[in-house]
């Protein structure tokens, strides 16, 4: 294969998406060919409107031949998109050589209603004085229509809800979604999802058809956040759907929520909360409820809601789904006696069972994450979310039950009713997360370290269920800003979270106060005044610039700009001075080691904190501003960062070079961020790692001193002592819950003590990311795969791996927007290094090998001078750097030179 290929096309990140709202859609694609050094110059795209012909007739956009090297982000750029309507479209490439690629196979995009007045549709909800509004019961609505005999072209359907819902059409579920449509900032911003229905109109062989839907709390209505409060949205579940139908003979047809809908809430789901669980008795369920012919007469009417269509919007990220299953490891009898399963991972999601009993047997499961010290059901860190789920059993048969409308943070499931005994194969957990594509992998020789590995992923998996929650266990499960902020790189790693971010950060901007204060959760549910720490309201800034960083989208700053800068400017508002931030409640450096007893906020002064994150999202501002051609903030914002940059150091910095605050958390932050040059900037990095090696090479850092600690060292001369952190084994350190047997990132360092006994009921998850944010050191600087900040989105490549770290072999392999990129590297026992690179067609990198200035090198056992463009450049501290392009190369580093 030489010729270049166009393959992987996707339209704002996503494969083939329904009921887009973005009137400039970005389209981009991947190259492959085995040619190394392969770099596009040129792309045509064509997009046609429900042709996949492409006929010319149809085509509402031909770039014809545009000399460019972007192959992601490229912006639509054709007539005005229509509404509900599929727009199909390919793309071709000119190489470097000049070679035209055939044309990529096709692919689409669907719009959905793109103006507000297009809704023919009615909120609708079962009439109050027929079915109580409180009802804890699930609701069920449903509705018959016909096609008139006519053939089916397309048929969609767009849907959304106050509260959750799911859709059935003549008996058969509508796609594979849960937890539709989403937690948005739902007076603000409320998701609508499209469905692709035609097999199941065209291919029916009837033309009468039923529409049903189930309706339940979720978080529209439900109980959110510890103090239990609930209806924070709205006091009425309501579902808006309509469904556009177009047929051969070029007539439409809508079908769509109004009064005439018939509803009931004597239906099978007898209570369901996100915290609670759910209640199903199997005797009220509602056989063929959603096909042709049911009788409703016991019905009763829908009546209509008035609520605006204008904060309507596409869906904005992948779905949630279920995306694997879980197979007990083992049945526990517990010392108290009580039956367990035991899944062997702590998991987000819900259990799925079959059982034969008689009607009307009572079966209840409870879900904890972690066993006692005597081996017992633990469930006190649940605080006041029960998890439970109760099914009572239909009789006279087999019977399968999985939940609709909650999930569960859980590895353990204590089983009430069951007969006795268990069999393990009739039970699964389903692990339910946003459905994100997995792009990163990292390994190595130590097993532990891919434990931990494992362990971050597993927990970003838990928590990014639609939003990224801090944990998905007990009653909170909220959007904290501060967790999300320091894990995002890591989180990019991992899984393309472009989409999920984009959604959210949107709630963000939208939930942000007129001050430009931020909240500590999104969407926000607290009470007034819970807003605008430090760390915590800098993911309005940070989020944003680290996707940009990561996938190139320079969109996502143009979006949040205004709100990036309203936290600047809310800050700068705020302290005794324009330049030091030293007023408001502040987290701190929440749960660090070096607290006070009794409290949870570490002993780092929290203005110094607050100030160095003053100056560390004025820089990011000013350089988004600079991106984004806005020359004059750029400059003003790039000012105001050098007057605060010199404040901190006026109040924080001795002049002989020592920090005010004496801590770990204190001396990472000013070096991440540039607080400090030259020689103070090298005694801050030396006094850490004494600070490190007193605590016996422990950390003491919190969630703003963690996330960063690994890096200023390894980035400071001090990569063994980072190295020695990551590889410590005793509490407290990443692998003291690895050597523990946790599956999960635990929220404290010490959840469960050495003895059994654990940190606390209060505020104790086993499921917490935050601390994972270590992966991106493991990817970064162990593996050695990074970006460019001056081109990002891997579209120029920094490969700087690190073999002095203890290991024997590294390897991290990162599926980019432009494809699959590889840093790996292992060692012999005489020292030589074999490293393995990889970089996807259209992009390049820069390399840089340490200690290799005067050792042997070879690339693909040959000269470098006949593999590279340029020699390689010798670096002062004996390191070698060079320029690849696209391709696989192996260079090995050998012996000393003579």
């Known amino acids: 294969m030489r010729a270049m290929m166009v393959t992987e096309l996707r339209c704002e990140y996503l494969k083939n998406p329904m009921g887009l709202t973005v009137s400039r859609p970005r389209l981009g694609w991947k190259l492959l060919t085995d040619r190394r050094n392969a770099l596009q110059t040129a792309y045509r795209i064509q997009v046609a409107a429900e042709d996949e012909t492409f006929a010319e007739e149809n085509l509402v956009w031909d770039s014809g031949r545009l000399e460019s090297d972007e192959s992601a982000h490229v912006e639509y750029a054709g007539e005005e998109l229509k509404s509900v309507t599929r727009y199909v479209y390919r793309v071709r490439v000119w190489d470097d050589q000049g070679e035209e690629s055939p044309w990529s196979d096709s692919a689409y995009w669907e719009t959905g209603l793109l103006n507000a007045a297009e809704w023919r549709a009615r909120w609708i909800t079962p009439a109050a004085d027929k079915v109580d509004p409180a009802a804890k019961e699930a609701f069920y609505l449903r509705r018959e229509f016909e096609t008139d005999g006519k053939k089916v072209r397309r048929a969609t359907l767009l849907a959304t809800a106050l509260g959750l819902y799911e859709l059935e059409l003549d008996g058969r579920r509508v796609g594979d979604s849960l937890f539709t449509p989403g937690w948005t900032s739902y007076d603000h911003r409320l998701q609508v999802q499209a469905y692709d229905v035609t097999d199941r109109l065209a291919g029916a062989g009837e033309d009468r058809h039923v529409l049903g839907a189930a309706l339940a709390d979720g978080w529209y209505k439900g109980r959110l956040g510890w103090e239990g409060r609930s209806a924070i949205y709205g006091d009425r579940r309501g579902l808006l759907l309509q469904l556009h139908i177009r047929y051969d003979d070029g007539t439409e047809g809508i079908v769509a929520t109004d009064e005439s809908w018939r509803a009931t809430a004597n239906g099978p789901i007898r209570m369901s909360g996100i915290y609670e669980g759910e209640t199903y008795d199997a005797s009220f369920e509602l056989p063929g409820w959603s096909e042709r012919g049911f009788d409703d007469s016991g019905w009763h009417p829908a009546e209509t809601l008035d609520r605006s269509m204008d904060t309507l919007i596409g869906e904005q990220s992948e779905r949630v789904k279920v995306t694997e299953t879980i197979r007990p490891v083992s049945v526990i009898s517990t010392p108290a006696g009580e039956t367990v399963l035991d899944l062997g991972q702590n998991m987000v999601g819900r259990m799925v069972f079959t059982v034969n009993m008689p009607a009307g047997t009572k079966l209840t499961l409870h879900h904890a994450e972690v066993l006692d010290r005597e081996g017992n059901f633990y469930a006190g ?320 850092t919190g969630f703003v001193g963690t996330p960063y600690l690994c890096h200023v060292l390894s980035e400071n001369g001090h990569h063994d002592v980072a190295v020695q952190l990551v590889l410590q084994e005793e509490y407290p350190s990443w692998l003291y819950s690895v050597k523990q047997g946790a599956t999960t990132i635990w929220e404290h360092w010490d959840g469960i003590k050495p003895d059994g006994s654990f940190w606390s009921d209060d505020m104790n998850s086993y499921n917490h990311y935050a601390y994972g944010a270590v992966g991106d050191w493991l990817y970064r600087a162990l593996a050695g795969l990074d970006t460019d900040e001056n081109e990002p989105g891997c579209k120029r490549i920094v490969l700087r791996p690190k073999p002095d770290s203890g290991l024997t072999h590294a390897r991290a392999q990162y599926d980019s927007v432009y494809g699959k990129t590889v840093s790996g590297w292992s060692k012999t026992a005489d020292g030589a290094v074999t490293y393995e690179f990889e970089l996807p067609p259209n992009t390049t990198a820069r390399v840089r090998l340490p200690d290799a200035a005067n050792k042997k090198m070879r690339i693909d056992e040959r000269d470098p001078a006949e593999v590279l463009a340029a020699p390689p450049t010798r670096e002062e501290d004996g390191s070698v750097t060079f320029e690849l392009g696209s391709g696989r190369y192996t260079v090995k580093v050998g012996e000393k030179r003579p």
Request: aromatic content about 12%; glycine content about 10%.
């Open 381 to 700: 860190n649940l605080r006041t979310a029960r998890q439970e789920v109760t099914y009572l059993c239909r009789g006279g048969g087999a019977e399968t039950y999985r939940p609709s409308f909650t999930f569960q943070g859980f590895r353990y499931v204590r089983l009430t009713g069951f007969p006795e005994p268990i069999d393990p194969d009739d039970f699964a957990g389903e692990v339910i997360h946003t459905d994100m594509r997995p792009t990163g992998f990292f390994e190595c020789s130590d097993p532990r370290i891919n434990r931990l590995q494992r362990n971050i992923v597993w927990g970003q998996r838990g928590n990014f269920l639609d939003i990224p929650t801090d944990c998905p266990q007990r009653d909170e499960r909220l959007g904290w800003t501060g967790d999300a902020q320091v894990f995002i790189r890591t989180a990019a790693f991992n899984y393309g979270v472009a989409p999920f971010f984009a959604k959210w950060l949107k709630d963000l901007a939208a939930e942000q106060l007129p001050s430009g204060g931020v909240p500590f959760v999104v969407p926000d549910i607290l009470d007034e005044g819970s807003h605008s720490s430090a760390a915590w309201g800098d993911a309005a800034v940070i989020c944003p610039w680290t996707i940009y960083q990561c996938y190139g989208d320079k969109r996502i700053l143009e979006e949040q700009y205004g709100s990036m800068t309203g936290w600047v400017e809310y800050i700068r508002s705020q302290g005794d001075s324009e330049l030091l931030w030293n007023t408001g409640f502040h987290f701190g450096d929440w749960l660090g080691l070096d607290a006070k007893e009794n409290s949870y906020v570490g002993a780092t002064p929290r203005d110094l904190i607050c100030t160095a994150f003053f100056a560390y999202s004025t820089s990011l501002v000013a350089k988004t501003a600079a991106v984004l051609g806005r020359e004059e903030d750029a400059a003003k914002y790039e000012e105001l960062h050098g007057r605060i940059v010199r404040a901190f150091a006026d109040e924080f910095i001795t002049p002989s070079g020592r920090l005010a605050g004496h801590t770990q958390t204190s001396h990472v932050l000013a070096l991440m961020f540039g607080l400090a040059e030259g020689e103070t900037r090298k005694r801050l990095a030396d006094t850490l790692a004494e600070y490190v090696r007193a605590e016996g090479m422990h950390l003491t």
